[in-house]
Structure formats: structure tokens, C-alpha cells
Nanobody, 124 residues
Framework: QVRLVESGGGSVQAGGSLSLSCTAS????????MGWFRKAPEKEREGVAA????????YYADSVKGRFTISQDNTKNTLYLQMNRLNPEDTAMYFC?????????????????WGQGTQVTVSS
């Protein structure tokens, strides 16, 4: 069974930085698309960023462009999210996801497997 494990969440003051990691194991397919999503209380889950493993194309939500950077280490099946200039609106549970069929980078059907999430809390 595919397993995705996120790490790196925590609490930080506004303006600070955090770096998230997601390691995939027991993959049964090539993870062509890997992404980060977040879910804040009483809000819909939203796509934060995604990357295509083959072409290296990256995708970002408008709210994080210029502040967040997604990257990956294919040799380690690890996905990263560098988050800078954090603000309280970034507070959420962050999940990584992986899949192989593109239906749009924010569309949930692009992703076959999801992690359990890591909490990010930004205080003002």
C-alpha cells in the first residue's frame, strides 16, 4: 500500500518560514504528479502547489506565488514545499498527494494517494 508521510509542520510567527517534506514509499506506479494541498477549518481544501516529475512543470495557487516553492528529489521519492513570508491565512493542515493521470493540478482525481497531513500554524 502506497504510503505518504509529511513532516516539517509547526508553529511560526507571521513573516517566518517553514519547510515541508513528503516521502512516498511502496509506490506501485510512477508518481508523475505530486502536489501539496491544504485544509483550514471551515474552508474548502485547496491546491497549494504541484509538480510534474517528468517535465518539472510547477503549478502554484495565486495566494502562494512568489512565497512558496515546490521541489522534489526523484531519487528519494520526496516532495518538498519551502514556505516563506508566511501569514496567518496560511494556517492549515497541509497534505501531499501523488498520482499519474493529469486532470488538472488542483483536481483531486489527478491524485491517487494522500498523506495524513502536517499542521502549519502562523500567528500574527
Amino acid at each position: 500500500q502506497v504510503r505518504l508521510v509529511e513532516s516539517g509542520g509547526g508553529s511560526v510567527q507571521a513573516g517566518g518560514s517553514l519547510s515541508l517534506s513528503c516521502t512516498a514509499s511502496k509506490l506501485t506506479y510512477y508518481p508523475e504528479y505530486m502536489g501539496w494541498f491544504r485544509k483550514a477549518p471551515e474552508k474548502e481544501r485547496e491546491g497549494v502547489a504541484a509538480i510534474s516529475s517528468t517535465g518539472g512543470n510547477t503549478y502554484y495557487a495565486d495566494s502562494v506565488k512568489g512565497r512558496f516553492t515546490i521541489s522534489q528529489d526523484n531519487t528519494k521519492n520526496t516532495l518538498y514545499l519551502q514556505m516563506n513570508r508566511l501569514n496567518p491565512e496560511d494556517t492549515a493542515m497541509y497534505f501531499c498527494a501523488t498520482g499519474f493521470r493529469f486532470n488538472g493540478w488542483t483536481h483531486p482525481t489527478t491524485y491517487n494517494d494522500w498523506g495524513q497531513g502536517t499542521q502549519v500554524t502562523v500567528s500574527s
